[in-house]
Structures are given as C-alpha cells and as structure tokens.
C-alpha cells in the first residue's frame, strides 16, 4: 500500500519549476521529477495530465505573482516614470525566465494550438 504525501502537488511543481527553470522544457523529465520528490509517477499523473499540463501550472502562478507584482507598483508612492519603469522590469524578468521555455513548449508536437490559446491570454 502507498503512503499518502503531504502537499504532493505543491512539492511536484515546486521541485518541477526548479527542474524546468535549470534544464528546459524539452529536458524536463517526470521521472526525475517523481524521483526527485520522492514519490511514483501514479502520484505525478493524478494532478497533472502531462508534462505540459504542469508547465502550463508553473506558468500561471508565476503570471498570477507577475500581475500582483505590477499591481503593487501601480499603489507605490511612486512617480509616473518610476511606476512605469517598475513594471517594465517586472515583465522583462517573466519574459527572461520563459521565453526559451515557452518556445520549446510550442514547438512540441500537440502544444501548438495550446500554446496559440495561452498566448492569447
């Protein structure tokens, strides 16, 4: 019988940001990843369809802590410039971290129409 793992999603996409954010998208492994956490891929494929399934999670909050950044930059006591400027560097660090990786996972075969709708958003 399995033992249950407390906080296995959270620990998935925290030890699979680290994965993705050192080797890439296309290098990024579930079965490392699952070994790495300590757990059979089973738990992987119960909170994640795929691989992309979980790159796409990573993504997302990581847009949802860019967009409250520029929020809170909006609210400093800031000038105009500083507020602007601010933001601009909020978004120049998002595109940095992913830009090769969202390339590569719109290159992968199945993501493409996935990865036009994301992009949208």
């Not at 296995?8 to 290098?27: I, P, R, S, T, V």
């Not at 691989?51 to 847009?63: N, P, T």
């Not at 830009?99 to 590569?104: L, R």
């Amino acid at each position: 019988m399995s033992r249950p793992i407390n906080d296995a999603k959270n620990k998935l996409l925290n030890c699979g940001k680290e994965l993705l954010l050192q080797n890439g998208y296309f290098d990024l492994s579930i079965t490392k990843l699952t070994h790495i956490c300590h757990m059979g891929t089973g738990t992987f494929y119960h909170y994640f369809s795929s691989k992309a399934d979980l790159v796409v999670d990573i993504v997302q909050a990581d847009w949802e802590s860019t967009l409250n950044s520029m929020d809170n930059a909006i609210n400093d006591k800031t000038s105009l410039d500083g507020k602007l400027r601010k933001i601009y560097e909020i978004l120049k660090l998002f595109n940095n971290t992913y830009d090769a990786i969202w390339v590569q996972f719109g290159a992968e075969r199945g993501n493409i129409e996935r990865f036009a709708v994301i992009k949208k958003t």
